[in-house]
T-cell receptor, first 113, second 113 residues
Framework: AQSVSQHNHHVILSEAASLELGCNYSYGGTVNLFWYVQYPGQHLQLLLKYFSGDPLVKGIKGFEAEFIKSKFSFNLRKPSVQWSDTAEYFCAVNAASSYKLIFGSGTRLLVRP | KAGVTQTPRYLIKTRGQQVTLSCSPISGHRSVSWYQQTPGQGLQFLFEYFSETQRNKGNFPGRFSGRQFSNSRSEMNVSTLELGDSALYLC????????????FGPGTRLTVL
């Protein structure tokens, strides 16, 4: 069965610090990969996605993620976080043949001003 | 385009009752998926509908059901409510014409007393 692991459940950073959130998945076939963000009181929003091609994908608000197939990883990065990045971040995967998203448990990010 | 809309936004029910939640997808989107979000289990896939047909189903009991109408709007129903059904129920829509990206609505917060 597919599964997604997010290694950090809670992350606290100061503004301007760099961010990297880990995401690993288990599935042997072709996958589509996503990062969603849930700001306080708001609904899930798509940050970025990877379907194929360049494994380094750029999303909104300066976020990027790198797909490393050999490591089954899709880590999220941002060079310099802002207070407004405080939110919960979810990594999600679906098999290319299915539209069922499997989510990680989420990482709560708190950015201190 | 307007986003995914869900009604009602909040519901309070008692054990044993049934509930129906509604989802209107983004205009032009033909696929609707439902997810349950709880603090303990995270985000879990319930089912997906496309062209009024259920195409995929998660590991939930038969008390959870859904349907899709010809205008792509979808409803999900939970019968014989249990305390553990308290959750945020999210609807996501997808264009289903090559794009695998799901866009989420704000959710319906169901509380079972």
């Amino acid at each position: 069965a597919q599964s997604v692991s997010q290694h950090n459940h809670h992350v606290i950073l100061s503004e301007a610090a760099s961010l990297e959130l880990g995401c690993n998945y288990s599935y042997g076939g072709t996958v589509n990969l996503f990062w969603y963000v849930q700001y306080p009181g708001q609904h899930l929003q798509l940050l970025l996605k990877y379907f194929s091609g360049d494994p380094l994908v750029k999303g909104i608000k300066g976020f990027e993620a790198e797909f490393i197939k050999s490591k089954f990883s899709f880590n999220l990065r941002k060079p310099s976080v802002q207070w407004s990045d405080t939110a919960e971040y979810f990594c999600a995967v679906n098999a290319a043949s299915s539209y069922k998203l499997i989510f990680g448990s989420g990482t709560r990010l708190l950015v201190r001003p | 385009k307007a986003g995914v809309t869900q009604t009602p936004r909040y519901l309070i029910k008692t054990r044993g009752q049934q509930v129906t939640l509604s989802c209107s997808p983004i205009s032009g989107h033909r696929s609707v998926s439902w997810y349950q979000q709880t603090p303990g289990q995270g985000l879990q896939f319930l089912f997906e509908y496309f062209s009024e047909t259920q195409r995929n189903k998660g590991n939930f009991p038969g008390r959870f059901s859904g349907r899709q109408f010809s205008n792509s709007r979808s409803e999900m129903n939970v019968s014989t409510l249990e305390l553990g059904d308290s959750a945020l129920y999210l609807c996501a829509s997808r264009e289903a014409s090559g794009s695998d990206t799901q866009y989420f609505g704000p959710g319906t917060r169901l509380t079972v007393l």
